[in-house]
């Protein structure tokens, strides 16, 4: 039995690593980025397009029972390591940086979302079709209003990088406010887990642990996890043990965190922001990303995929109301967005082109999503609707964002990341450019943002870019 299931596994893997690259690089012949290939193409092989004309064939590679346990494991492992690497290059300080400016586009992004999710909330949850019967307004009001805030933080850094925005005003305000209206929307998202728990004990419990457990991580743990920092600088090198330990203290903080009744990726996400800057977070980095995004995160593309069911969508209210929702989430997010930076004397084209960057929702729309699924809170219907608003709003952000600023912007708006100063790969220090194949395996990773304060306390917000492109053979 468990000889089969590995060998089916395998089969699994091979169908989903192959769909996810091709649609990936079909996707970024359109200019968008890889992650919304990937996004689709695990619509693809689900019951909505595969499942509909090859239903017998969808059936065999995907069928539910043990294999299916195996890929929802994996790719929760995937999602774990994930959040810890959007952690470890998470930089508090980019929320200081035009805090007045930021402060009102990320209140923004979240206030008017739960208003709206609040309008929207009423007829749904009454409809009977949207939330389980355990869902009081109150719980189905902020999920909703949580989903409509989501920033798909890490591809908004991954742009604001392509397109060498890394270090100006915009680049700047945008990383801040997606950085913030994430951090808030996992707040209210933690919330309501911990209310749909049924018991008063139980929400207390998740709800005073999750704090407990982030206090202390951001100051005892913090200043604990400094040692790796500096001995990885003296050594200059993370050694096997040294990546051993944060792979353990990972997986117990995601077991502790699953168990107070927050989520595994919420403990996995505060322990990357306590671990220590610079040349450690560099290495781990580079180290652990390839992993992540060319082999565990597909996998978790394809079990959304395998949730969402188009075919729910079966009558034209319901077409109507996902458009419904559609409006609403561009409305309360990317509109909301651009408002107030527009009220904040940010410059019109400057403010769509953030409030493009904020109305996308990618990956981490998904993780929110499957969460509620999984925990009982919206229904697979919602859940494909909701999936859809993520792709489409995906789909809005980097074309509109290259139609009214891309052309637009002059040389000196666009700046040049400087390369890490770090010296461990080979080639590094030289000036020879990776070849395609190189800059193809090797990512670029997802936030660019910490940095080694020790290094350079003077720098901008530039000199805190880290531009990691792997190794560099010689030729």
């Not at 689900?46 to 790719?75: C, D, E, M």
């Not at 410059?347 to 998904?366: D, V």
Request: aromatic letters at 8%; one cysteine or more.
């Amino acid at each position: 039995m468990p000889a089969a299931i590995s060998i089916h596994f395998f089969l699994e893997l091979t169908v989903i690593l192959a769909t996810c690259r091709l649609v990936g690089l079909v996707a970024k012949r359109f200019g968008q980025p890889q992650v919304v290939g990937e996004m689709i193409a695990g619509v693809l092989l689900g019951p909505s397009l595969l499942g509909s004309i090859a239903p017998g064939l969808q059936h065999h590679l995907f069928p539910p029972g043990h294999t299916n346990i195996v890929l929802y494991t994996v790719a929760q492992i995937g999602l774990v390591l994930y959040m810890f690497l959007v952690g470890l290059n998470f930089d508090v300080n980019l929320i200081k940086h035009r805090a007045g400016t930021a402060a009102a586009v990320s209140a923004a992004g979240i206030v008017v979302p739960l208003l709206l999710g609040a309008l929207i909330a009423v007829p749904l949850l009454a409809s009977g079709i949207f939330f389980t019967k355990s869902v009081t307004l109150v719980m189905a009001m902020m999920f909703l209003g949580a989903s409509i805030a989501t920033t798909a933080f890490p591809m908004l850094a991954r742009i604001i990088f392509e397109t060498k925005l890394s270090g100006t005003p915009l680049g700047t305000l945008a990383l801040a406010c997606g950085a913030a209206d994430d951090a808030l929307s996992w707040c209210i998202l933690a919330t309501v887990l911990a209310i749909h728990r049924g018991s008063p004990t139980v929400a207390a419990t998740a709800i005073i642990g999750g704090l407990v457990y982030t206090v202390l991580s951001l100051t005892l743990g913090r200043k604990a996890f400094r040692g790796l920092g500096t001995i990885s600088e003296r050594r200059n090198t993370v050694t096997p043990s040294m990546l051993c330990t944060v792979l353990v203290l990972l997986m117990a903080c995601a077991w502790f965190t699953d168990t107070t009744g927050i989520y595994a990726i919420f403990g996995a996400f505060i322990l990357g922001v306590a671990m220590p800057s610079g040349f450690f977070a560099e290495h781990v980095t580079v180290t652990l990303e390839p992993l992540v995004t060319t082999f565990l995160l597909p996998l978790f593309f394809v079990y959304s995929g395998l949730n969402t069911q188009i075919g729910l969508l079966n009558s034209p209210k319901l077409w109507a109301v996902t458009i419904g929702i559609l409006v609403v989430s561009i409305a309360g997010k990317g509109v909301a967005c651009s408002l107030a930076a527009r009220l904040r004397k940010v410059p019109l084209r400057e403010s769509i082109a953030l409030g493009s960057l904020m109305n996308a929702r990618g990956l981490i729309e998904l993780i929110l999503l499957n969460i509620g699924l999984e925990a009982g809170i919206i229904t697979p219907t919602l859940f494909t609707i909701l999936v859809l608003v993520a792709i489409v709003t995906t789909l809005m952000a980097t074309p509109i964002f290259e139609f009214v600023y891309g052309r637009h912007r002059s040389g000196s708006d666009q700046v040049q990341p400087k390369r890490s100063t770090i010296s461990w790969w080979p080639g590094a220090g030289s000036n020879r450019r990776p070849s395609a194949f190189q800059a193809e395996f090797w990512p670029t990773p997802m936030c660019f943002s910490r940095s080694d304060q020790k290094r350079n306390r003077h720098s901008d917000v530039l000199d805190q870019s880290v531009w990691l492109v792997g190794p560099m053979l010689a030729p």
